[in-house]
């Protein structure tokens, strides 16, 4: 009898353990906040997907002074892919002419490697188009863009559609493309395969961002690095690009730019790289009034057709 009780009661403690522990690791609905801005509103903490317990948020700022819908830019942030912030956006001004900006989270490296990020970024596209009209935004020709690690992921938007592998599922509306128009990189990297070929002992390192994004070393597992590339699935349809890398820049080599540039033009594609001269990673000089011309004309022409 004893030996009866004893078992319903570890049974129990089991139980209601285990109902604690589900509880502690769902993560309750994130609270959406809109404001109304100036020419503007902002949808702040944006939910477009949820992967197992864990929301995936956006930021999205939508102009209202414009008379007619408003082309999207994505954009994703810096971090080494194994921090960062969605708040953190470099191309928010362009909500000042016209465009509509969404700022996008992803999963880190952290939680999960890649190819995890890159589904949530193409998640991303895939709910800005299927929900267009109820965010009265043009849901056709957008662009992608990021800014130091973040920069990857948008050339990465740039030329991986279509590739099965790194499309994913994540928050559904698989009926949606998750392609893009046009792709800008803000002093980033572009191609992990020579990364790991020729910096070998840096990247091999397990504290190295290159390791931790692909879970592995980086020098033994080439055919992932290369899957992690921007450089490794330029294809004829690819659409134009636009690289900006800091002439002061002492974390991301300027290699990454002219290999990018040389693919493209190699596969007789539209690519414009451009050293800017005393940037660092990061800083004012790529949103200068040069920069900013040379960024709206590639999203006037290749999305607006001006």
């Not at 604690?20 to 993560?27: D, F, G, N, T």
């Not at 999205?60 to 194994?82: D, E």
């Not at 990061?282 to 999305?303: C, E, S, T, V």
Request: overall charge positive; charged content about 25%.
């Amino acid at each position: 009898m004893k030996s009866r009780f004893f078992k319903l009661v570890l049974s129990a403690v089991f139980l209601f353990g285990s109902l604690a522990a589900e509880e502690k690791q769902a993560k309750p609905p994130v609270r959406l906040t809109i404001e109304k801005r100036k020419n503007q509103i902002a949808y702040l903490d944006l939910e477009f997907a949820r992967v197992g317990n864990v929301p995936i948020l956006m930021d999205l700022y939508v102009p209202t002074n414009t008379k007619r819908k408003p082309h999207v830019i994505v954009f994703f942030h810096g971090g080494s892919w194994r921090g960062g912030s969605k708040k953190t956006c470099h191309v928010h001004w362009l909500t000042q002419h016209g465009y509509a900006v969404a700022s996008v989270g992803y999963r880190l490296t952290t939680v999960a490697p890649f190819p995890a990020l890159l589904h949530d970024c193409k998640g991303a596209v895939r709910f800005l188009r299927a929900n267009a009209n109820k965010y009265h935004i043009d849901g056709g020709k957008m662009g992608a863009s990021g800014a130091s690690a973040g920069g990857l992921l948008g050339l990465l938007l740039a030329t991986s559609g279509g590739v099965k592998e790194l499309e994913g599922d994540v928050g559904g509306n698989l009926e949606q493309s998750s392609r893009v128009q046009s792709g800008l990189g803000l002093f980033c990297p572009t191609d992990l395969l020579y990364d790991a070929v020729e910096n070998k002992a840096r990247f091999d390192n397990p504290g190295s961002p290159i390791y931790q994004l692909l879970g592995c070393k980086p020098s033994e597992n080439l055919d992932k690095a290369k899957m992690a590339s921007a450089t490794g699935h330029i294809t004829r349809d690819d659409p134009p690009i636009l690289i900006l890398a800091g002439g002061a820049d002492k974390q991301e080599p300027r290699i990454h730019g002219k290999r990018m540039k040389a693919a493209y033009d190699k596969a007789g594609l539209e690519a414009t790289f451009q050293i800017v001269e005393g940037a660092g990673h990061g800083g004012p000089q790529y949103r200068d009034a040069k920069r900013k011309k040379l960024i709206l004309d590639m999203f006037a022409k290749q999305l607006r057709g001006e």
